[in-house]
Nanobody, 122 residues
Framework: QVQLVESGGGLVQPGGSLRLSCAVS????????LAWFRQAPGRDREFLAG????????RYSDSVKGRFIISRVQAERTVDLQMNGLKPEDTAVYYC???????????????WGKGTLVTVSS
C-alpha cells in the first residue's frame, strides 16, 4: 500500500490562506488520480480536488472551485493544495488520497493519508 503523509495544517483566520502538502511514498502511475478530501465534524467525507499524476488534469468540487488550487511536483512525489479565501466552514480534517482509476469518489479511493487538521477561526 502506498503511504501518504499530509502536512501544513493549522489555525488560520477567515480570509487567510494555507498550503497543504502530501508526500507520496512511491512513484504513482500516470493514470492515477491524486486527490484531497476533507471531513468536518458530524459530516461525511467530501471530495475537494483531484489531479491526474501524468497529464496534470484537474477537477474541483463546486464548494472550492476558484478558491483552492491543486498541483503536483512529480520529481518530489508531492501533491499540494493551495487554499485561499478560507472560511470558518472550511474547518475540517483534510486527507490526501489516491484514486487508482481516477474516480474521485469515496469508493474509488484505494489509499488514504492520516489527515491534517485545518481550523479557520478568528
Amino acid at each position: 500500500q502506498v503511504q501518504l503523509v499530509e502536512s501544513g495544517g493549522g489555525l488560520v483566520q477567515p480570509g487567510g490562506s494555507l498550503r497543504l502538502s502530501c508526500a507520496v511514498s512511491e512513484r504513482p502511475y500516470s493514470s492515477w488520480g491524486l486527490a484531497w478530501f476533507r471531513q468536518a465534524p458530524g459530516r461525511d467525507r467530501e471530495f475537494l480536488a483531484g489531479i491526474r499524476w501524468g497529464a496534470g488534469t484537474t477537477r474541483y468540487s463546486d464548494s472550492v472551485k476558484g478558491r483552492f488550487i491543486i498541483s503536483r511536483v512529480q520529481a518530489e512525489r508531492t501533491v499540494d493544495l493551495q487554499m485561499n479565501g478560507l472560511k470558518p466552514e472550511d474547518t475540517a480534517v483534510y486527507y490526501c488520497a489516491i484514486a487508482r482509476r481516477g474516480d474521485y469518489v469515496l469508493s474509488g479511493v484505494s489509499d488514504w493519508g492520516k489527515g491534517t487538521l485545518v481550523t479557520v477561526s478568528s
